[in-house]
């Protein structure tokens, strides 16, 4: 549906900072659910944070850590990633809604997802 650009990953020590970008071609991108995910090896993909409107929503885990934005008019949304620690090491994916969405499916499950990016990689160091 939407095709995705990441960029921004890379490694850093324990307690530092990086900002995820990821931009998207969809000329109705401010409509758009998007949201990042994040996989580890051998990990399933989880959920990380997501923006719907204005409205956004993260896991327990990076909750005052991380910040999920959006500048619709650069079709980018964005992961502030601040005090980073070992176990946020994964590679990170955002994510973009199908154009149809069941609603009973979460906002937080990929399946609710058409279009994902190619995945950067977090390392963080202690």
């Known amino acids: 549906q939407v095709q995705l650009v990441e960029s921004g990953g890379g490694s850093v020590q324990a307690g530092g900072s990086l900002r995820l970008s990821c931009a998207a071609s969809s000329r109705t991108f401010s409509r758009n659910v998007m949201g990042w995910f994040r996989q580890g090896p051998g990990e399933e993909r989880e959920f990380v944070a997501v923006?719907?409107?204005?409205?956004?929503y993260y896991r327990d885990s990076v909750k005052g850590r991380f910040t999920i934005s959006r500048d619709n008019a650069k079709n980018t949304v964005y992961l502030q990633m601040n005090s980073l620690k070992p176990e946020d090491t994964a590679v990170y994916y955002c994510a973009a809604e199908r154009q149809y969405v069941p609603g009973s499916i979460r906002l937080d499950t990929p399946a609710r997802y058409g279009s994902w990016g190619q995945g950067t990689q977090v390392t963080v160091s202690s």
């Open positions: 923006i719907s409107g204005v409205s956004t």
